[in-house]
């Protein structure tokens, strides 16, 4: 029974640390920066996005046996094209290239240098480890679960548990404006900007081989244990997301002021350790980011070597580290540029999948087809100018045309149902 039960808490910590990278570290502490007194309410509403929505996105594709079944609900081809889409632009085109580039800013840090070729050093020991971490993804439950989670979940106590011990300062830092009129709404779209329902809907094909791998053959079985999983890590990532917040608070009041999350943590650390608290701060940002990076390395090989069987898994997952290498050094902020509007475009559909996923099978089809068409041309529009609805600016133009055009297609089925 012990061994099952250990079995089971690996499933929970390798979830959390393919979720929890450099943008996860980020977000929290900065808003607990510029939250002040308002930073409860801003706090749940980060939490319902930033947590619940990833959850939710994880558990859909669990019901559903994967991304492209769930999306071919639309139509076969959108569901293909929909779902390659995902993967190259959550893949190397945009995260796995932004895992090495980010943790490095933070290890230039101890370091004392960002060049070039200390970028290229960095880069090509990094995406060496993943690669070949990443070469058995059925597997990745022993490392992360078992060694890179935990290790990353012991560096942020000890910085937090090292700030908290510091003492909180005297200084009471009000909100700024957006948080002081509107804390909870600030703190979704906060969550929302993180964007890890995308990455939720790509985790599930390694998940669901990792919990095959540790006996679990049972496709029942096997979808309960991956939805106790998903809540467990959801909590996890609640705790987490807390104690990093908390470091924001302190940083706050004891008067350290930045331009950025990054800039939080490392002026918390420094503050509360000197150069030490660098080392750690650095070493947490290594182990998040490069237990994404496997993640992600992982899920991208796994599905596209389904779709190209004679070039198979390993060479595809080395072709994508040879690549988000070379993009890391040399073009992140053109792939970035670039893949931020497509992710902008793709994420109000993932969300509205995600909801359809719990919806009754029975359904109409073109609710969902006219829905997610609303998103897609709101989308549209925004990235060209002309986002003029309501909540545009917030990134939630979306939810009102894709509203309609759900009752619009139930409106059409039911008027065809009336007369068959």
Partial sequence: MAARDTKRILIPLTIFSMFFGAGNLIFPPFLALESGGSFIPAFIGFSITAIGLPV????????????????????PAFGRIYTIAIYLAIGPCLAIPRTASASFEMAAKVIGTDSGIASAIYSLLFFTAASVIAMRPEKLTKVLGRITCPLLLILIAVLAAGCFSSGYGTIELPAVAKYSSSPVASGLIDGYQTMDAIAALIFGIVIALNIRDLGYEDAKEARRIETIGGIIAGVLLLAVYLAIAMIGRYAGSNGIFAENGADVLSSAAFHAFGKPGLVILSAVFIAACLNTCIGLLSSCGEYFSML???????????????????????????????SVPVLSFLYPVAIILTIYAFLPSGISPWSMRLCIAGALIESALSLAGIG?????????????????????????????????
């Fill in 56 to 75: 939710a996105a994880l558990l859909a594709v669990e019901r559903t046996n994967g991304l492209e079944p769930l999306s071919s609900r639309v139509h």
């Fill in 308 to 338: 190209f069987p004679a070039v198979g898994y390993r060479t595809l997952v080395v072709v994508f580290a040879v690549f988000s290498a070379i993009v890391s050094n040399i073009g992140l902020n053109i792939i970035i540029s670039m």
């Fill in 388 to 420: 003029i609805l309501p909540l545009s600016d917030a990134g939630f133009g979306w939810v009102i045309p894709s509203f309609f055009g759900a009752l619009i297609g139930a409106m059409i089925m039911r008027q065809k149902c009336k007369y068959m």
